[in-house]
């Protein structure tokens, strides 16, 4: 006769499949009471456009995370890729400037994915190295000066409304959202990140094409990093490469392990992520509404992710 799940085990379930929708809900809720004026589009949308970048970096961190590794390298990866796109945006030319800091993220993406999995190193010794080589090589581009441009096209782009409502940034995520969404969880590589995730060797041992499969992880991740990097040069227009995407990381991890993502690899939760950033953005948004010193936001933020990851091991917890 099979065990039953015993009570931790359901709510560990209940708290990483569901848990950033019930927060989230939960704390819109209480501003909702406490806020004054938040209940209006305008805070609505706020928290929509201000999340972009934790949204943006916590998808391609799911990926990673998803896999069992980390990369501590996403802010970096903004700051590298906007610098080499705004050179080129600068003069006029926007289309290479994309092309080429998308492929700079792809490669930095490769390096990062190839050592980790072919020469089995740590990834966080890995991360941890290309973010220092990657914001090194940003600074050096532009002798360690922020970069400010001036291109009309490119900057107004990120201000429009879709339907004269939806901000543009908005419908960015949204979309790449979607599409993540589709790849990990109605194709075979979505099926081969959880494997690997789950079970590494038996993954290696089914003959499925590891390498390929953790580094891909890593080029998704820097791919999003490079998206977040070109929306914030966009609306900001201006690329400091000392200060672009700095410990942006962090957030992105704390929204992919506050949506229920394990930290050990598994189950990419796509949504649940993309809610874990909207709670933080939340959290940051009381506190600024309310005048609570900024230092009890982050007391909050650390609180619940270490809340969802003592949750996440209540999931496996049996009688």
């Keep these: 006769m099979q065990k ?36 209006s589009i305008k805070t609505v949308w706020n928290i929509l456009t201000q999340s972009v970048t934790s949204i943006l970096l916590g998808l391609g961190m799911t990926v990673v995370i998803a896999t069992g590794g980390i990369n501590i390298s996403v802010g970096s990866g903004m700051a590298l890729t906007a610098m080499v796109s705004a050179i080129f945006i600068a003069k006029g030319n926007i289309a290479l400037g994309l092309v080429l800091g998308f492929l700079v993220g792809v490669l930095c993406g490769v390096i990062t994915g190839f050592i980790v999995i072919r020469m089995k190193i740590q990834p966080m010794i890995v991360s941890l190295s290309m973010m220092f080589v990657m914001r090194g090589v940003a600074k050096l581009i532009n002798d360690g000066r922020v970069l400010s441009y001036k291109n009309k096209a490119f900057t107004n782009f990120f201000f429009e409304n879709l339907f004269g409502k939806i901000p543009v940034r908005v419908v960015i995520w949204l979309i790449m959202a979607l599409v993540l969404w589709i790849i990990l969880s109605k194709t075979r590589y979505g099926n081969y990140i959880e494997a690997y995730g789950d079970n590494p060797d038996a993954t290696y041992i089914s003959g499925i094409n590891v390498v390929l499969v953790v580094t891909m992880a890593y080029v998704i991740c820097n791919i999003f990093s490079f998206a977040a990097g070109i929306i ?16 942006k990381e962090m957030d992105a991890i704390a929204a992919t392990v506050v949506g229920g993502t394990s930290i050990s690899g598994g189950k990419p939760k796509v949504w649940g992520t993309v809610f874990g950033a909207l709670v933080l953005q939340l959290i940051t948004i009381m506190v600024n509404m309310n005048n609570i010193p900024v230092a009890y936001a982050r007391i909050i933020k650390a609180g619940i992710i270490i809340g969802a990851i003592c949750l996440q091991r209540l999931k496996d917890t049996r009688n």
Aim: aromatic share 16%; no cysteine.
């Design 4 to 39: 039953q799940t015993s009570v931790k085990s359901r709510i560990g379930y209940i708290a990483s499949e569901y848990g950033a929708f019930i927060a989230f809900f939960l704390l819109f809720g209480i501003n909702a009471v406490i806020t004054k004026n938040f209940l």
């Design 232 to 247: 914030e040069a966009g609306y900001a227009t201006t690329v400091d490469p000392g200060s672009m995407g700095l410990t």
